[in-house]
């Protein structure tokens, strides 16, 4: 609201000055006080008006902080009398705002409270700013004798000092506030006394630390509460002995020292209300007022109970440790400490607590002489780089003699330029003796190896070679070289047993048992500048003592020689067997024109002679087939012409041809059943197996008795075909070796059962390289089955 | 169909000659020529004139493959079919020896009794 005599605009900065130090006595909006109303009162009263305010004065109103014959608690400060007061030092008077230019259209004039009469005095702080007024007024024009004036100025200098004293009581309570949580929160406990000694405050730890609730401790004599009498006694009169005077065994023990500007701090054993004492450290400090006189004491005290259950914890864990903990620290200018020994001391170095001084020496001393020089330069540098210690070293012990210890410490740089070292060092002399003897077997295992005629090469758990014994070295031309396993076998020159096939990694005996498998005896050849050399490898996993593999070891034995003495034997039966074979094809057929009487008859005296010797030639030819299959097999040189085939009119056919053989024996063959399956084989390899199955069926079954041949599905693409006999059976000793070259049930058997011992050896080689499986079933008295498996599929389906 | 009478045999074993003779002749009814080797077969297959030849595959100096090829440039092989004789055979080499112009391959040791009868049915099979 404007008045028609606008007020001069303060400045603004002295304005904003002003609102700041109104607001400095944190009053305004507060509520109505006794002591502000009694000078409004009085005012009123003194100036014989019906109201007086205490008006205070902010950026956009009066408010009032006491009011006396009116009913609002603030006004706008566009239409307030008091904005003028407050401009100038004195009290402001208007006798009839009516008659005054300046207000006579103030709505406070011209209507409620229809204001004609006002005075003012203005409320100045002491920095010199009108914070607001104490005013008196009248709906009728008067004005104020010079007393009045003088009385209205007075009041309002008295609610300044009522302003100042708040705002100190203000910050009083605050400080008393911070003061209090600061006790509280103290982690020591605090006792505060007066100049006699009694207690006059206590925080809650002091509380808990002691056993007492505050009540019981105000107003107690410190000393007499908390202090063992013997404590105080013993201190006095060393406190007695040292200042040349008496010093009573009571509070005087704790002030006596700080009258000589000391600092008293000491440890102590208090009492706890229970009984027991509390490890504390105790420090005591005078109060003085500002006037220097002195008003009590405050003793803090700082529980150690928890510290020496720490130095107690650490204590038994480094009886724990074997050998010497220690902290040690080396200060820039040489001097060196230990803040820290365990008990190992004795075990390590030979050294009683009693002989260690503050420094090195005593420790150094006992360092082997040899090793003296080394230690030191590995501190050195350790210290210098900030690098982990670790160094074995010998010790002179006094009582052990010479021992192996090996020191580990870590070190720490401090803020003073010292180096703080934690470390531990532990007696290792059985250790290093262990390690001595392990060298030594080491060697001597290295020497085994390198004297070795089998190869032996070793790789670790990451497949990394390790080791290459003489014998590989000269085998391989090589040494042991940073080759990953997917190239060993072309870098080493592995090859299959035909010695052209170059072994895949999977195939690598090494490898393999880097894997996990055991391998034994896979053939293979290693082929260096055109020479072929067969191997056995042996193969194991190496494992660590924790069950973890750590590596793998192949040993490889040369059986080149061996296989050339194969090679001729094989080369000298097929030889033979060829050589044999002409003339026996002319004995044989001569006999048979004989027998058959192409020649005529044949007198009868002469025939059974002759038949004996045609069946006999016979014989010997399939001897000579089967030798000759059997050499081409086993040196794989024999073709398979592999064709899916029904599976029926093989059996069939096989059944056929051997009827003839069967009959000999008055045995019949008999076929069960047969799926509708095709089989992809070589159908005359296939049919060499039936006859071979059927033929020693028949030669095995009682006369009179059957040879049943039947085939079932074992899986959806799997058939098993069996031949079973009613004959003796397999005996429990010959089941091991029934597929092996030249078996039979014994060795009379084959004059008198006929056969060469070979079929079943070739039958097992046959199947197994048409994929196939052989084996039987027998119970020794009760007849055999011999079968063999083949994958197969369903008729009219192609083969998967 | 004419009937089968004169047969060329090729073959270095005295033995098997005979035998191969005694059969082919006593039992088929044949007339047989032995030869023992391939440069003989070459020297007198035009004045026998054969109407079937048998031969040995494996023999000294010229082998019976290489006889058959020469023995092409002497006599028609479509009027006159070859058999070879060879011990037990891999897969494949039966059918490597009918590529060079064989009618067939007889499995030695051969029974003397069938072979006659084996020769007949090559024979008539060949639909000479």
Same mark, same amino acid.
């Given at each position: 609201m404007e008045s028609s005599n606008p007020t001069p605009a303060p400045a603004p900065h002295r304005e904003l000055s002003r609102l700041a130090a109104l607001l400095r006595y944190e009053i305004l909006d507060t509520p109505d006080e006794a002591a502000f109303d009694d000078i409004a009162h009085l005012a009123a009263h003194i100036c014989q008006t019906p109201s007086a305010l205490i008006s205070l004065v902010d950026d956009h109103r009066q408010w009032? %902080?006491?009011?006396?014959?009116l009913d609002v608690s603030e006004t706008a400060r566009g239409v307030s009398f008091c904005t003028h007061t407050i401009e100038g030092q004195d009290v402001f008077e208007v006798r009839d705002a009516r008659l005054?230019?300046?207000?006579?259209?103030?709505?406070?004039?011209?209507? #409620? *409270?229809?204001?004609?009469?006002y005075a003012g005095a203005p409320l100045t702080s002491p920095d010199g700013f009108n914070l607001g007024t104490v005013c008196v007024i009248d709906a009728k024009p008067r004005s104020l004798s010079e007393e009045q004036r003088t009385a209205l100025a007075r009041l309002s200098?008295?609610?300044?000092?009522?302003?100042?004293? +708040?705002?100190?009581?203000?910050r009083y309570a605050e400080q008393a506030a911070m003061q209090q949580a600061l006790l509280n929160s103290a982690a020591s406990a605090m006792l505060v006394t007066n100049a006699d000694g009694y207690i006059t405050g206590v925080n809650p730890t002091a509380e808990r630390l002691f056993g007492y609730s505050e009540q019981l401790l105000i107003g107690q004599p410190l000393t007499q509460t908390l202090f063992p009498i013997d404590a105080l006694v013993r201190r006095a009169s060393i406190l007695s002995d040292e200042r040349g005077e008496t010093v009573e065994p009571g509070f005087a023990v704790l002030t006596a020292p700080l009258a000589e500007g000391q600092r008293e701090?000491?440890?102590?054993?208090?009492?706890?209300?229970?009984?027991?004492? @509390?490890? @504390?450290?105790?420090?005591?400090?005078?109060?003085?007022d500002e006037h220097e006189v002195l008003r009590g004491y405050i003793v803090s005290a700082y529980d150690l109970a928890h510290q020496e259950h720490l130095q107690l914890r650490l204590q038994q864990i480094a009886a724990q440790v074997p050998g010497l903990l220690f902290q040690f620290c080396w200060r820039p200018d040489g001097n060196s400490s230990f803040p820290y020994l365990s008990e190992g001391l004795e075990d390590v170095y030979g050294l009683s607590a009693a002989e260690m001084a503050p420094s090195i020496a005593p420790i150094y001393s006992r360092v082997h002489p040899e090793d003296r020089e080394h230690v030191l330069a590995s501190i050195r540098h350790a210290a210098s780089t900030l690098? *982990?210690?670790?160094? #074995?070293?010998?010790?002179?012990?006094? +009582? %052990?003699?010479?021992?192996?210890?090996?020191?580990?410490?870590?070190?720490? +740089?401090? *803020?003073?330029?010292? @180096?703080l070292w934690h470390g531990l060092v532990t007696d290792v002399t059985e250790r290093k003796a262990e390690q001595l003897e392990l060298d030594k077997q080491q060697e001597m295992n290295r020497r085994l190896l390198e004297a070795l005629s089998e190869a032996v090469v070793a790789c670790d758990a990451e497949g990394n070679l390790t080791l290459f014994n003489n014998t590989a070295r000269i085998w391989h031309n090589l040494d042991v070289h940073d080759v990953g396993p997917e190239h060993w076998a072309e870098y080493y020159r592995l090859f299959h047993a035909d010695g052209e096939t170059p072994l895949s990694m999977d195939e690598v005996p090494l490898m393999r048992a880097l894997r996990g498998e055991r391998i034994r005896n896979q053939e293979m050849t290693i082929v260096v500048n055109g020479t072929v050399r067969h191997v056995l490898a042996n193969a194991d996993p190496m494992f660590a003592s924790n069950g973890q593999q750590s590596g793998a070891v192949v040993v490889l034995h040369d059986i080149t020689e061996r296989k050339q003495i194969e090679i001729m034997q094989r080369d000298f039966v097929s030889t033979v067997s060829h050589e044999l074979r002409t003339p026996l094809t002319s004995i044989t057929a001569s006999l048979g024109l004989i027998c058959g009487r192409v020649m005529g008859e044949v007198p009868e005296y002469l025939r059974e002679l002759l038949e004996i010797a045609h069946q006999n030639s016979k014989r010997l030819s399939a001897l000579i087939d089967d030798l000759l299959d059997i050499d081409k097999l086993y040196a794989g040189k024999m073709r398979f012409d592999m064709q899916a085939h029904p599976l029926q009119p093989l059996l069939e056919d096989a059944l056929r041809n051997n009827q003839g053989y069967a009959d000999s024996y008055s045995v019949s063959i008999e076929m069960d059943q047969c799926p509708a399956v095709a089989v992809h084989v070589d159908a005359m390899r296939l049919e060499q197996v039936l006859s071979n199955l059927l033929s020693n069926a028949a030669k095995y079954s009682p006369a009179g008795e059957t040879v049943a041949l039947s085939a079932r599905l074992v899986e959806p693409q799997r058939v098993r075909v069996s031949v079973s006999d009613k004959g003796p059976g397999i005996a429990d000793a010959f089941r091991e070796r029934i597929f092996g070259k030249f078996a039979q049930a014994d060795s009379s058997d084959t004059r008198q059962q006929g056969g060469t011992g070979l079929g079943l050896a070739i039958s097992k080689q046959l199947m197994e390289h048409m994929d196939g499986e052989i084996g039987f079933d027998s119970t020794p008295g009760a007849g055999a089955c011999f079968w063999f498996e083949l994958p197969c599929h369903a008729l009219g389906e192609a083969a998967t | 169909m004419t009937e089968l009478k004169r047969i060329l045999h090729v073959e270095d074993d005295p033995s098997i000659q005979a035998v191969v003779k005694v059969a082919l002749e006593a039992i088929g009814g044949y007339q047989v020529l032995s030869c023992s080797s391939g440069q003989q077969a070459l020297d007198e297959v035009q004045a026998f004139d054969p109407q079937f030849i048998l031969l040995d595959v494996m023999m000294p100096g010229m082998g019976g493959p290489e006889t058959l090829t020469r023995l092409a440039e002497r006599v028609d092989l479509s009027q006159v079919p070859v058999a070879f004789m060879t011990a037990k055979v891999q897969p494949g080499e039966v059918e490597h020896l009918r590529g060079l112009g064989a009618r067939d391959v007889i499995v030695k040791p051969f029974d003397p009794m069938r072979l006659a009868g084996q020769i007949q049915a090559i024979w008539s099979a060949g639909g000479v």
């Open positions: 009032f %902080k006491s009011r006396v014959g005054d230019q300046r207000f006579s259209d103030n709505p406070l004039v011209t209507g #409620e *409270p229809h204001i004609r009469f200098r008295q609610v300044m000092r009522l302003f100042e004293e +708040r705002l100190h009581a203000h701090m000491r440890e102590w054993r208090l009492l706890h209300r229970n009984g027991s004492t @509390v490890p @504390v450290l105790l420090n005591v400090s005078a109060i003085h690098t *982990p210690w670790q160094f #074995e070293h010998r010790i002179d012990h006094p +009582r %052990k003699g010479v021992i192996w210890v090996e020191a580990r410490a870590t070190p720490m +740089r401090q *803020p003073d330029g010292s @180096v | -």
